[in-house]
């Protein structure tokens, strides 16, 4: 039976880390075809130009946003799972062989991810509009 639940924690473990991946990559995809696609309508003579580019803009920050808090609450599924599974290596003695620094690594690494998002974030919101207005 505990191999089951072992089993079954390690898969929970694989999918939380896959949600993540698609929320991250999605995220830094979205954000870099906005940039795309608002830095050539800032080159525009069109007068409704700031209009569309707001549009993206919002869709960018509300999309980043999802994806932040999706990857909070990956972060703490995971702390949940790790907790879980050292209780069970901690009952069976085996918990020496898992190395506790693994799991602060983890909190470091989401982190870095959310910086990742909110500065491609950053970069595709700034960049289409200082040059709309600069121009």
Known sequence: MIEKLHDQLILELKLNERSNTIFVLSSIL??????????????????????????FALLMLAYSAIAIVGIRRGSGIRSKIISGLMQMYRDREVDRYYDQSLADSYSQRYRLLIMAIAATGAVSLAVPFLSAVLM
């Not at 608002?38 to 130009?49: E, F, P, V």
């Open 30 to 55: 979205l954000n870099l075809i906005i940039l795309a696609v608002n830095s050539g309508l800032s080159t525009s003579d069109d007068a409704d130009k700031f209009i569309i580019m707001a549009l």
